[in-house]
């Protein structure tokens, strides 16, 4: 099994927001707290259990980060996502 830290994107298996894409704000316990700079902002991050969630192994540094720029590296992982390739 993977194991989930901050920083890391992850995406939602079910429930109303099913195939989100959201980045680990904080981790506690088998309980993780994510944002996506747009609907879920640092200020107020969304609880969801572990088993809740797919991990993508992708990794950020966020510790100065901001909602701005936590809604650019999800945006860039979708692009990058649709087009196959990672811009620069």
Not at 25 to 46: A, L, N, Q, T
Request: charged share 40%; proline share 2%.
């Amino acid at each position: 099994m993977i194991d989930m830290r901050t920083g890391m994107l992850v995406k939602s298996k079910a429930g109303h927001d099913k195939d989100q894409i959201y980045l680990i704000w904080k981790e506690e316990g088998s309980y993780i707290y994510v944002v996506d700079g747009v609907h879920r902002m640092i200020d107020k991050p969304k609880k969801k259990r572990k088993i809740h969630v797919q991990p993508i192994c992708r990794y950020y540094e966020i510790s100065e980060a901001d909602n701005v720029k936590i809604k650019k590296i999800i945006k860039d992982y979708v692009q990058e996502r649709k087009t196959g390739h990672k811009e620069e």
